[in-house]
């Protein structure tokens, strides 16, 4: 059995991003998603240990740059021990694949068994209400995850931020209809629908 690289994170906005820079970081191949429960999800890929070891600093740097709360754990085994294998259920074409083997013959069939994983991630992402909140969050991250995942996940992030710390990300937009005083006395619906009134005008 190959490398095992495990990220884990609150949230699965977060595993998206993680799996996406994992697997475009290096040739690595994305084993499968977990949900732990409490609203932790974990990351798994295997490949050559330099490979894994690239992806999960990948991994945890695109985790970070979200939040660095949205972190919960980051793991590297070099030699796993073959029992380890049961534990692992990668999906490929025509069910169970081992891990550990990557076909040289068949790239395409592996590109669209990574791509599944990550559309299954992304599809949780897209039904969950409430995707990996952080304590803050600025106006260059909130810009990437609109561009991304679109206005209404944006917002969903905003809206889990304390009121406090929302006003500090309004502060950050001059193009705003209010500023000043206006921002620190308005309450949460304001700076929200604020917000969405400024990425809506941007994108017509």
């Known amino acids: 059995m190959k490398a095992l690289g495990l990220i884990e994170t609150k949230g699965t906005l977060a595993a998206v991003e ?23 999800v974990t990351i798994t890929v295997t490949g050559d240990v330099a490979a894994v070891q690239a ?8 985790v970070e740059r979200i939040a660095a709360s949205s ?8 030699r796993p021990h073959e029992e380890l294998e049961i534990l692992f259920t990668p999906k490929g074409p025509g069910g ?13 069939a592996e590109d669209a068994a990574v791509g599944d994983a990550v559309e299954e991630v992304v599809k949780e992402v897209e039904e969950s209400p409430h995707p990996a909140l952080p304590e803050k969050l600025d106006r260059q991250t ?13 917002m969903a992030m905003a809206d889990g931020l304390k009121v406090t710390a929302l006003r500090t990300l309004a502060r950050e937009y001059g193009e705003l209809k209010i500023s000043g005083r206006e ?7 304001l700076l929200l629908e604020e917000l969405k009134s400024y990425y809506e005008a941007r994108n017509d």
């Open 142 to 154: 909130l810009d990437s995850i609109i561009e991304k995942y679109g206005i209404a996940e944006g």
């Open 96 to 108: 169970k694949t081992d891990p550990g083997v990557r076909d040289e013959e068949e790239p395409e």
């Open 183 to 189: 921002v620190s006395k308005a309450n949460k619906q």
């Open 18 to 40: 993680a799996a996406d820079a994992m697997v475009k970081a290096a040739d690595v191949t994305l084993v499968e998603k977990t949900r732990v429960g409490g609203g932790l």
């Open 71 to 78: 972190l919960a754990a980051k793991l590297v085994i070099p």
């Open 55 to 62: 992806a999960v600093d990948a991994g945890t740097a695109a």
